[in-house]
């Protein structure tokens, strides 16, 4: 982490030929709209375009002790208008340059300048091919010109549609010689297309739609790679949208390039673009209307800077803005920030006196940052002091700034809160304690726990293990950065694993499950292998898939986030990202991974809770869902949607399995699922064998498997059930019945005749159960001993007396019961 020093002069102008001059031409009303400083840092030039006549003008001046004739260039009208001046350098001669001034009909003067003899003029040269043509931006890269010029179309008044596609991006090579200058031939990137600015990095050329461009060409930016002829389409909002390699001038034509993107394309939100410029690193940088800066990469992806505070930059006036070694410096509203890119972290500000500020090339000083004032030069030079030079203080300020935001979420009060007020205010004690920790187990790694109070030595010994993840993961990402081509692949892969790792014993809230649906499918294979680790999927000696990941993992697999909740932009829930993997790299597994997730949801979520996945989609239709979504059909599809449906064990799902058997005429799987699923339930068992008894009336295809179909039968079924069913579901002839055919496929009372033998002879359920009762060894129940009391006379007299009755054997009194 660098930290900026104070604002220092290096230089009143004085020290510039004609500084007087320099210094009337800044303090002016109208100020440059350029300043440019020569790759050796000892020219500056002045570029004036918009000004009273005479117009334009541009002036050069050099350091003192570099003798020579000056260079000021004034072009009256009705001259082209003054497109810009560019510093190439010379591909013959390294480390020697010269000075290209362009003019929108074309025309270039190549200037150079010679020690003791001055600015000489080395040839005029003429870019445009077309007449008509008109440059309206201008870059360089290299020894390369690339501009973007509007060609008008004959008709004048012709579609306005049409004439809007009237610019074109060209480039052409420069080379300066012994013999002089010379243009390599024209060379078109883009034609038929909308306005563009052209910026140029090292590498690549960014295309920024202008201002007055068509509102549905201003969502998007091009990306030129010269060396691959490559045209990437991105958009702030969506991220990388498309690539192509241009191989022919067809391709090349911007409507044909957008054939494929416009339904995307149409859905996005315009551009808040207020000033562009280029970094040290090759990135776009951006500022917003609302003055936030965001840093676009060569392959597409964009990420946000930092955002300026105190409001908006004034409409029509760019902000200043430049990169030194990893610092970013923007002037915007009198106030200079110093922020560091890696980690968007303001590291100061500083209040200016002075209104126009341009920033100077600094060759040699990647730690200085030099600005142009009125005033003189001034430079701000950094310095790296031994406390801050380790990341975990930067570490430590990010703790702060997330506490910040996470604060300012939860809190009732209109007023902000910063850093300042989070560290002096000692209300919230949780980032301190975090950053305490943080200090003392990152920065002193032998002593680690030494000056901490004792509370903070506890929770220091709870969060060692998540503090030893982090930082290993944190040099995992060094290492991709800084790693070969060829090594990152590997870097990659073990990256993904810990992330995936990591967010699975996280909250799955939408965020990571956004973050996890990107890593499937920017590295799916790399992400299939971190979820078999992280589940600790594998076969047993059986053959079977068995799993050991913990329940608080198969809750995030199982619950987290739902497709209602998470919307229809093409994310998806968690268990639909692993089946579509076991679909990829191993679909024999997808069946048993569903009958897995049943078991442990049944342990995890208590039967019919709403937050468990059983209370919501079944897991099998969930996984039945991900299988339609493939976009080719084939026979082992229908095989594992057989295999998806007879894994769940649910009834409909086995009867589903056992029609769409019966429909692909699968008559030996057939019986095989009858006779395994019938001993779930009785009253699956009776739905399976009433379809197999209708299919069996129908046609003699389960003839073969009848010995195995009839001791099916459930034992509720009777023989007038049986009759019933086949009568209903008999085929219907056109021809009269006869009592013999000679087809030999019609059902006869022969095929029947074991079926109703075996339900005649079948024992009815009320005999069985007084069967039960007859054979009960203590039949008749023995009677209760009777006790003999004797009664008194006058008791006995009163009493009536019973009839008179016959004594009868035991024998008779059973018979008597029974009868």
């Known amino acids: 982490m660098k930290r900026a020093g104070t604002l220092r002069q290096v230089s009143d102008l004085s020290d510039f030929s004609r500084g007087h001059r320099l210094r009337e031409l800044l303090c002016q009303g109208e100020a440059p709209s350029r300043v440019l400083s020569s790759p050796d840092g ?20 050099q350091r003192h002790g570099i003798a020579g004739a000056d260079l000021e260039r004034n072009w009256q009208l009705p001259q082209p208008a003054l497109v810009g001046a560019l510093f190439l350098q010379s591909p013959v001669t390294p480390g020697s340059w010269v000075l290209a001034v362009v003019w929108e009909h074309g025309r270039t003067e190549v200037w150079h300048f010679v020690v003791a003899v001055g600015w000489q003029l080395l040839q005029t040269l003429l870019l445009c091919q077309g007449a008509r043509a008109r440059i309206v931006s201008l870059c360089s890269q290299g020894a390369s010109l690339v501009w973007c010029e509007e060609r008008p179309p004959l008709d004048a008044h012709g579609d306005s549609s049409k004439c809007a596609f009237r610019f074109c991006v060209c480039t052409r090579a420069l080379e300066v010689g012994e013999q002089g200058v010379r243009l390599g031939t024209v060379s078109i990137v883009l034609h038929n297309s909308p306005e563009y600015q052209v910026l140029a990095s090292p590498q690549h050329i960014f295309l920024v739609p202008a201002a007055a461009g068509f509102a549905t060409t201003s969502k998007f930016l091009l990306i030129w790679h010269p060396e691959k002829a490559k045209l990437t389409i991105t958009a702030p909002s969506a991220g990388f949208v498309h690539s192509k390699v241009l191989r022919s001038s067809n391709e090349s034509d911007f409507r044909k390039l957008l054939l494929g993107s416009v339904g995307l394309l149409s859905g996005l939100a315009p551009l808040d673009i207020h000033t562009s410029a280029v970094s040290n690193t090759g990135g776009l940088l951006l500022v917003s209307g609302k003055g936030a800066v965001n840093m676009v990469e060569p392959d597409g992806t964009q990420r946000r800077i930092f955002t300026v505070e105190g409001g908006a930059p004034t409409q029509g006036s760019p902000v200043p803005l430049k990169t030194f070694g990893g610092i970013l410096a923007c002037v915007l509203s009198g106030v200079l920030y110093l922020v560091d890119q890696s980690s968007g972290r303001v590291i100061e500000k500083k209040i200016l006196s002075m209104k126009e500020v341009h920033f100077l090339e600094s060759p040699g000083e990647e730690d200085s940052i030099q600005l142009l004032t009125q005033t003189g030069i001034y430079s701000f030079s950094f310095s790296r002091p ?5 990341p975990e203080l930067c570490l430590v300020e990010m703790v702060f700034e997330e506490a910040c935001r996470y604060y300012q979420r939860r ?59 982090y930082m290993s993961l944190e040099l995992l990402k060094t290492c991709v950065v800084c790693a070969p081509e060829s090594e990152v692949e590997s870097y990659c892969k073990e990256l993904v694993e810990q992330e995936v790792s990591r967010i699975l014993h996280s909250d799955m809230d939408k965020d990571n499950l956004v973050y996890l649906n990107s890593i499937f499918t920017s590295f799916p ?26 329940p608080e993992v198969w809750k995030k697999v199982l619950g987290g986030p739902q497709q209602e909740e998470v919307g229809q932009n093409g994310v998806v829930p968690l268990f639909e990202l692993i089946c579509a993997s076991f679909l990829r790299f191993k679909p024999k597994w997808l069946p048993s991974f569903v009958e897995l997730t049943q078991q442990y949801a049944s342990i995890s979520w208590a039967y019919g809770n709403k937050e468990g996945p059983e ?6 239709k969930r996984a039945l869902g991900v299988l339609a979504r493939k976009n080719k059909r084939s026979e082992a599809d229908d095989e594992m949607e057989l295999e998806l449906l007879l894994c769940s064990k649910r009834p409909k799902a086995v009867l589903q399995a056992l029609h769409l058997l019966i429909r692909l005429k699968r008559w030996q799987r057939v019986v095989e699922v009858a006779e395994k699923f019938s001993k779930l339930s009785p009253l699956l068992n009776k739905e399976i064998f009433t379809t197999l008894l209708a299919e069996f009336a129908q046609h003699r295809e389960l003839d073969p498997y009848l010995d195995i179909l009839w001791p099916l ?4 079924l009777t023989a007038s059930g049986i009759l019933t069913v086949v009568l209903q579901h008999l085929p219907h002839s056109q021809e009269d019945p006869v009592p013999f055919s000679s087809e030999g496929n019609h059902l006869t009372v022969g095929l029947l005749k074991p079926l109703l033998q075996r339900v005649m002879q079948r024992p009815c359920i009320q005999d069985e159960i007084y069967s039960d009762a007859l054979q009960s060894p203590t039949f008749p129940p023995p009677a209760p001993p009777r006790e003999h009391k004797i009664p008194s006379k006058a ?18 009194l059973v018979q008597s019961d029974i009868v």
Request: with cysteine.
């Open 42 to 61: 000892q020219h500056l030039l002045v570029l004036q375009k918009n000004r009273p006549p005479p117009l334009p003008r541009v002036v050069a001046f």
């Open 386 to 390: 031994e406390d801050s030079s380790t």
């Open 411 to 469: 809190s009732l009060s209109s007023s902000k809160l910063t850093v300042e007020k989070l560290k002096k205010g000692g209300v919230f004690q949780a980032p301190v304690v975090l950053t305490t920790i943080l200090q003392h187990s990152l920065c002193e790694k032998q002593k680690p726990a030494q000056g901490l109070q004792d509370t903070y030595t506890k929770l220091l010994s709870t969060m060692c293990l998540e503090l030893q993840s």
């Open 525 to 550: 294979k790399a992400a299939w292998k971190a979820t078999r680790s992280c589940l600790q999927l594998q076969q047993n000696g059986d053959g079977l898939l068995v799993a050991r990941a913990t």
């Open 615 to 620: 209370g919501r989609v079944p897991l099998y």
């Open 713 to 716: 039968c459930p034992a509720e």
């Open 795 to 812: 008791a006995a007299d009163d009493a009536p007396q019973p009839p008179t009755a016959r004594t009868s054997s035991p024998s008779a």
